[in-house]
C-alpha cells in the first residue's frame, strides 16, 4: 500500500483527469495497511479516487468505511447470467448443455466472477461440447436422496447418521454451503 499506492498518489495522472486505484478484496489488507491506507482515504487529492471493492465488508474497519461512500451491487438474475455465459461460450467455440449452464450459475449464487471461474474450468477439459457427463469431476451434483437421507436423520435425531451423510457428501466433493441451500 506505501509503495505501490500512497506514493504513487501524490503524482498526478499525465493524460487524463484522474488516476483511478481500484483495490480488490480489500479485506484481506492487513491492519498496517489499512492505517497507511487511511490517511490518503481521509484527503485524497482531488486527481485520485479510490474503489474499494469487497464481498466481506464486517472485515473492513469502521475508520475506513466511514471515509468511503458505499454502493451495494445485487446478484444478476439467472435469465441474464446465462445469456452471458452462452456468449463467452459461443467466442470461445464451444458449446454447453443448458444443464451444466443451470448447474454453474446455482454454483456461483449470482456472482459472475465465480461463474466465469466455473466455466473457465470447464472448458479447460478440452471438449468442444460440454455435458454434465464430461464436468462431472468439477461440478458434482448433489443427491436428492443424500438430502431425503440427512433430512431423515435430523428429524429422527440421529446425529451419528447425519454426521455419517455429511462426511460421504462432503468426500464426494460436494459444496456442503450449496448442499445446504
Known amino acids: ?9 501524490q503524482f498526478k495522472p499525465t ?22 491506507l487511511l490517511k490518503t482515504l481521509e484527503e485524497p487529492p482531488s486527481h485520485i479516487v479510490f474503489i474499494l471493492a469487497t464481498t466481506e465488508l464486517h472485515k473492513i474497519p469502521d475508520t475506513i468505511i466511514s471515509r468511503c461512500q458505499r454502493f ?13 455465459l452462452k456468449s463467452v461460450a459461443k467466442k470461445e467455440s464451444i458449446t454447453i448443455d443448458d444443464s451444466v449452464l443451470d448447474h454453474i450459475i446455482t454454483k456461483s449464487d449470482g ?23 464430461s464436468v462431472s469431476f468439477l461440478l458434482p ?25 455429511l462426511q460421504n457428501i ?4 460436494i459444496n456442503l454451503i450449496h448442499f445446504t441451500d
Do not use: P
Open 15 to 36: 493524460t487524463l483527469t484522474y488516476k483511478v486505484f481500484i483495490i480488490d478484496e480489500v479485506h484481506m489488507l492487513s491492519t498496517s495497511a489499512f492505517n497507511a
Open 72 to 84: 451495494s451491487f445485487s446478484h444478476i438474475s439467472q435469465d441474464v447470467m446465462k445469456k452471458y
Open 111 to 133: 456472482c459472475v466472477r465465480d461463474a466465469i471461474n466455473s466455466l473457465e474450468q470447464a472448458m479447460a477439459t478440452g471438449e468442444s461440447h460440454i455435458t454434465s457427463e
Open 170 to 173: 462432503y468426500s464426494s466433493g
Open 1 to 9: 500500500v506505501r509503495e505501490n499506492i500512497i506514493e504513487n498518489a
Open 141 to 165: 451434483e448433489s443427491v436428492s436422496s443424500q438430502s431425503a437421507e440427512f433430512i431423515s436423520a435430523i428429524s429422527e435425531n440421529n446425529t451419528q447418521s447425519a454426521l455419517a451423510i
